[in-house]
């Protein structure tokens, strides 16, 4: 079984503080990727990595860096917390070859068990 | 921009009831997925579908895929209480890197 894990369930930091969320995977994968999740807003992308020390943004990567120096560890980092950066945060991870299904490659992914940081 | 919807976004139901949940996105693409999240946990893969009219049953679950309407569902049949969880679809780009997520529909099974 695939198992990525997250360095803590719960965080609670104070605005401008430097927080750092880790994710460690076990698999073997290439991609790693950091979601943000908060109500009615679904999931949104952060940043994601492809390959050690690559790393593409997502969709909302303002105010976060990433940092990949082996191949199962992706990092996540708030230089500056805001109380607007309180969420729960999942990492999840797949491999450039998940599969292929009549000639279609696919790129399923699979979540750790979410951080839920709080910034006061 | 890829835009994935969902509908509902919030769904009651009886048990013993069916119902379906829709999942529309707006660009091409052959690749979707759902997930399950209970309250407080992470996600869960439940169906991967990787081309026009793939259906895919697990349990009271069925999910199908229709690429030229943009459109998934997520079929319950007889639904039970064990069944109350978020759902949610993402759709793969053929980047093979990022998914899109839809907002999720939250299910709440009742007696």
């Known amino acids: 079984d695939v198992k990525v894990t997250q360095s803590s369930r719960y965080l609670v930091k104070r605005t401008g503080e430097k927080v750092f969320l880790e994710c460690v995977q076990d698999m073997d994968h290439e991609n790693m990727f950091w979601y943000r999740q908060d109500p009615g807003l679904g999931l949104r992308l952060i940043y994601f990595?492809?390959?050690?020390?690559?790393?593409e943004k997502g969709d909302i990567p303002e105010g976060y860096s990433v940092s990949r120096e082996k191949k199962e560890r992706f990092s996540l980092i708030l230089e500056s917390a805001s109380t607007n950066q309180t969420s729960m945060y999942l990492c999840a991870s797949s491999s450039r070859y998940s599969g292929t299904s009549g000639g279609t490659n696919y790129n399923e992914q699979f979540f750790g068990p979410g951080t839920r940081l709080t910034v006061l | 921009e890829l835009k994935v919807e969902q509908n509902p976004l919030f769904l009651s139901m009886q048990e013993g009831k069916n119902y379906t949940i829709y999942c529309n996105y707006s660009t091409t693409s052959d690749r979707l997925y759902w997930y399950r999240q209970d309250p407080g946990k992470s996600l869960e893969s439940l169906f991967v579908?990787?081309?026009?009219?793939a259906v895919k049953q697990e349990g009271r679950l069925m999910a199908s895929l229709d690429t030229k309407a943009r459109l998934s569902t997520l079929h319950i049949t007889a639904a039970v209480h064990d069944l109350s969880a978020t759902y949610f679809c993402a759709v793969d780009l053929n980047s093979g890197y990022a998914l899109n997520f839809g907002k999720g529909t939250s299910l709440l099974v009742t007696p």
């Open positions: 579908l990787l081309s026009n009219g």
């Open positions: 990595s492809y390959d050690v020390k690559m790393k």
